[in-house]
């Protein structure tokens, strides 16, 4: 599997310190959020932890308060640096990749959880990478927990109103995409305009691309945090068997 496109910004963007990634009082009140859905949801382990896209350690730093090991992952160094100096906690395994495949044993982890990335990765065959891995180190009775925008999340109705006032301005971001990504594998990092990759999702596709793969109990949770987040949940079967990803 050939590195997610998006890399690039992302990488970029981790050197300029952008977004909350590093606001740890931000993440406690996220977790606490996450903490009691998967509580709701039935997590019953907590010894390992796997976070895709764990930034600067906003949610790191809570989830190594439950869990006895986390593997924080992410692409960027810079942000995996500061991580390091901001969470000093040991049961975390700070590692750096590129995409998938994700560097855990498998059927080791009680949860895989990831924030704020699935909707930036513009390849879907890379995204189902990343489900299927997941379900790969996940135990059987594990859980992955992603944040996926879907329709009614973000302030997002999914009328056709909405969607028209919206597709303009996502036409303007892609077709500057190229030019962007084209300015910083130039050297050009610190640009005067932030544009990146976003994606909706819906709920057939993610459930039917889940069960798949082998995952069972997929649901769609919609919560109060930040405006209004989706999170999908889904669960490894203690019996179940990857399938082969459309």
């Known amino acids: 599997m050939k590195q997610p496109s998006s890399n ?3 990488r970029a963007y981790g050197k300029a310190d952008y977004g909350a990634s590093h606001d740890v ?3 406690v009140r996220e977790w606490a959020i996450l903490r009691r859905q998967l509580r709701q949801y039935g997590l019953e382990g907590y010894c390992k932890a796997v976070e895709l896209g764990c930034g600067d350690g906003r949610l790191t730093h809570s989830i190594a308060r439950e869990f006895k090991a986390v593997e924080a992952l992410d692409i960027s160094k810079e942000r995996l640096a500061r991580a390091r100096q901001q969470v000093d906690l040991r049961n975390i395994e700070w590692r750096l990749i590129d995409g998938p495949p994700i560097p855990a044993e ?3 982890a009680d949860l895989v959880i990831s924030t704020h990335v699935i909707q930036h990765i513009a390849n879907l065959a890379v995204v189902k990478e990343y489900f299927a891995e997941s379900f790969r180190v996940l135990r059987p009775g594990g859980v992955l927990l992603m944040h996926v925008p879907v329709a009614g999340a973000h302030g997002s109705t999914g009328h056709l109103g909405d969607v028209l ?6 036409w303007v971001k892609a077709a500057a995409l190229p030019l962007t990504r084209a300015l910083m594998r130039a050297g050009m990092e610190r640009l005067p305009w932030k544009i990146d ?4 999702y819906d709920y057939p596709w993610l459930c039917a691309t889940l069960e798949r793969i082998g995952f069972t109990e997929v649901e769609i949770r919609l919560l109060p945090w930040s405006g209004g987040h989706s999170y999908v949940l889904a669960r490894r079967a203690a019996m179940g068997t990857t399938q082969a990803i459309a």
């Open 25 to 27: 009082a931000l993440g």
């Open 106 to 108: 498998s059927a080791t």
């Open 8 to 10: 690039v910004e992302w």
């Open 197 to 200: 990759f976003y994606r909706w």
């Open 165 to 170: 006032r919206r597709t303009p301005k996502q």
